[in-house]
């Protein structure tokens, strides 16, 4: 499937708490993440809404969150999506929340108070756990055990499918996984979406292979 241009005016008004956003970075580090999971997402984050505090009004702003490196700080990061947009270069894309699943499984009580900790415990980001994630080829030997690429969940540090993975977890969107084996590329596959996926910014060519194709309770071990 590929994605829908859409322009972020005519976006921002549809997102909503919840909705992941997807990058295709350009860096060194995000085509190593590219060239590991076999796919063209390198980075991923969830929004957040805040409404304009002291306002009658119903203005809000779409936050951010995700870790990564941003404002001098390696880790878990809140910022205006509109200033991601503008600065990011690569792709960008906004995969929005299954509207039946946000109605009937989505705590955001929850899903904000554990991302918001987070962020005020200023959580590093972790890069063994992010590389270890990648290896899959390596998760899984004979007799179920597991092999030296296979992550144990730890939310001591968060790498940015993990933070996003467990934040929809806490929500109760998706059932147990373990979050800190979840790629870019895994947390795109999730069958949690729309049908339909949007390109804010990029190459139109590229696209997100297996987009809501696969059931999270596959990374519950």
């Not at 147990?176 to 947390?187: C, F, K, Q």
Request: charged letters at 25%.
């Amino acid at each position: 499937m590929t994605a829908i241009t859409i322009e972020y005016q005519e976006a921002r008004k549809r997102m909503m708490p919840g909705d992941v956003i997807a990058f295709g970075g350009k860096g060194h580090f995000s085509e190593i993440i590219k060239f590991a999971t076999l796919s063209a997402v390198s980075h991923v984050g969830v929004i957040l809404q805040t409404k304009v505090t002291d306002d009658d009004s119903d203005r809000f702003f779409n936050q951010i969150i995700e870790s990564t490196s941003l404002n001098g700080f390696n880790g878990v990061n809140i910022s205006r999506f509109s200033d991601r947009l503008n600065n990011y270069e690569g792709e960008i894309w906004w995969l929005p929340l299954n509207r039946q699943l946000r109605e009937q499984r989505f705590d955001s009580k929850a899903f904000y108070e554990f991302l918001f900790n987070q962020a005020r415990e200023r959580k590093g980001y972790d890069m063994p756990q992010a590389i270890k994630s990648a290896l899959d080829v390596l998760d899984q030997l004979p007799f179920d055990t597991h092999g030296p690429g296979y992550n144990r969940e730890d939310f001591s540090k968060f790498f940015c499918s993990e933070l996003v993975a467990a934040g929809l977890e806490k929500a109760g969107t998706v059932g147990t996984v373990n979050a800190s084996e979840v790629t870019p590329i895994d947390l795109c596959r999730w069958n949690i979406y729309e049908t339909e996926y949007f390109r804010l910014k990029g190459d139109p060519e590229k696209r997100i292979s297996k987009y809501n194709t696969l059931q999270p309770s596959d990374w519950n071990v």
